[in-house]
């Protein structure tokens, strides 16, 4: 069976031929934290919709919100959801 990249053993660029480790639960909190930050910009914006330094920071922070759930739900994740939670 092959492991889908996130699953796989990963090289740290720090240590040679060192296993990057997955670690899905910071990235799903940094995922959420992104989603907060999103949240709280889009109420400027939404009040005043139409200014442009709002929407800008509106747009920057659902860039970076879109940026960690893909980091933390990579592709296929579901499919190997098991396999996380057994610690492979």
């Known amino acids: 069976m092959t492991l889908p990249l996130f699953l796989s053993a990963r090289t ?24 907060i930050l999103n949240r709280k910009a889009y109420d400027p914006y939404g009040r005043h919709a139409g200014r442009a330094e709002e929407e800008e920071v509106w747009t920057q922070t659902a860039k970076l919100f879109h940026k960690t759930f893909a980091e933390a739900f990579p592709a296929k994740f579901d499919d190997h959801f098991d396999l996380l939670k057994q610690g492979i």
């Open 12 to 35: 740290n660029r720090d240590q040679d031929q060192t296993p990057a480790h997955f670690d899905q639960l910071e990235r799903a909190r940094r995922c959420e934290q992104a989603s």
